[in-house]
T-cell receptor
Framework: GIQVEQSPPDLILQEGANSTLRCNFSDSVNNLQWFHQNPWGQLINLFYIPSGTKQNGRLSATTVATERYSLLYISSSQTTDSGVYFCAVGVSNAGKSTFGDGTTLTVKP | ETGVTQSPTHLIKTRGQQVTLRCSSQ?????VSWYQQALGQGPQFIFQ???????GRGNFPPRFSGLQFPNYSSELNVNALELDDSALYLCASSSGASHEKLFFGSGTQLSVL
């Protein structure tokens, strides 16, 4: 099956700093999503981005499908951005996704 | 528009028992997927239900089974619980199309003692 590798595994930032999270995947995919899991376990869908670039406020994401990687950018980080960020990929519908092990982000005030 | 809801939020069982977890999909979504998330890991795909039929399964044994009802809600059943089944169980709904976002419920935290 597809392998998904996320880096870095852990990231500690001061409030206001910018960060880049990376997701590498081992095979061609038809869907790719980024999620934020808050401290209460809720997974929030940030982006559906199998290719190209999208922006939503302070967050943006870029997927280069031909090179099998995706990047999530967080600008002007806030303490509420803390949590675990997951990349999930799949070859059929989005419900059958393979997740990476996540990047744990801690934003300090 | 209602989101994905799961019940119960927490559950404690002993080894060998059986458990049923429930999920109501987001309105307008006919596809439900179940995931298991062990501590410190990403969610792992268990199976998916579409129009009341299983539509794909991950690497989980047959003691993990499910149902989907005509209103698209779903159940996950686990028989003969093992200690390693302790995890957060997440339900996600989607419209079933290939280019759709996945929306998750808050999960059920299962502890097997």
């Amino acid at each position: 099956g597809i392998q998904v590798e996320q880096s870095p595994p852990d990231l500690i930032l001061q409030e206001g700093a910018n960060s880049t999270l990376r997701c590498n995947f081992s095979d061609s995919v038809n869907n790719l999503q980024w999620f934020h899991q808050n401290p209460w376990g809720q997974l929030i869908n940030l982006f559906y981005i199998p290719s190209g670039t999208k922006q939503n406020g302070r967050l943006s994401a870029t997927t280069v499908a031909t090179e099998r990687y995706s990047l999530l950018y967080i600008s002007s980080s806030q303490t509420t951005d803390s949590g675990v960020y997951f990349c999930a990929v799949g070859v059929s519908n989005a419900g059958k996704s393979t997740f990476g092990d996540g990047t744990t982000l801690t934003v300090k005030p | 528009e209602t989101g994905v809801t799961q019940s119960p939020t927490h559950l404690i069982k002993t080894r060998g028992q059986q458990v049923t977890l429930r999920c109501s999909s987001q309105s307008g979504h006919n596809t439900v997927s179940w995931y298991q998330q062990a501590l410190g890991q990403g969610p792992q795909f268990i199976f998916q239900y579409y129009r009341e039929e299983e539509n794909g399964r991950g690497n989980f044994p047959p003691r993990f089974s499910g149902l989907q009802f005509p209103n698209y809600s779903s159940e996950l059943n686990v028989n003969a619980l093992e200690l390693d089944d302790s995890a957060l169980y997440l339900c996600a709904s989607s419209s079933g199309a290939s280019h759709e976002k996945l929306f998750f419920g808050s999960g059920t935290q299962l502890s097997v003692l």
